[in-house]
């Protein structure tokens, strides 16, 4: 019989799973559609800041001038959607059963940790202006939250099932 804390914990455990994995597979799913989406965005953009309307308009100009004579190069975005989408499908281990499954939260932790230094040291070889490489960093580090949370209540219910 489960204890009162123990299905709490359960409970507090899915929820911060399932919210990782939807925003993990939102952000692969909109790596499929950039050029129509940096559209909508450089159109928003319009009326801010000349340095941020000017990078996503230089952005989306890329975008769109490589998609017209080398639709082939999104194909590496593709790719990125899809691994994120897989990424998210390993969730669902801890997410069925979350003591015996732990090593996939930690490997999300790490994987938020090395968004930082992927987007510190290459950002700069792509020409990428400093503050979207904290905007880039901020992913690592907002996903890291829910992953850490649920990390802790692992762990408390992993004591509470060894001490039955």
Not at 154 to 161: A, V, Y
């Amino acid at each position: 019989m489960k204890l009162p804390e123990e299905s709490q914990l359960r409970r507090k455990i899915k929820i911060l799973i399932i919210l990782f994995i939807v925003f993990l597979s939102l952000s692969g799913i909109t790596a499929f559609p950039l050029e129509w989406e940096l559209s909508i965005l450089t159109d928003l953009t319009k009326n801010a800041p000349t340095f941020i309307s000017s990078w996503i308009s230089s952005v989306y100009e890329a975008i769109k001038e490589t998609n017209t004579k080398y639709p082939y190069m999104s194909y590496g975005t593709d790719w990125l959607a899809f691994a994120h989408l897989v990424i998210a499908v390993a969730f669902i281990g801890p997410l069925k059963d979350p003591v015996r499954n732990i090593w996939v939260i930690q490997f999300g932790m790490y994987a938020c940790l090395m968004v930082i230094p992927l987007a510190l040291l290459c950002g700069p070889i792509r020409h990428i202006p400093f503050y979207w490489r904290i905007i880039d960093c901020s992913f690592g580090v907002l996903g890291i939250i829910p992953l850490y949370i649920c990390y802790q209540y692992i762990l408390k219910l992993e004591n509470i099932q060894s001490n039955k």
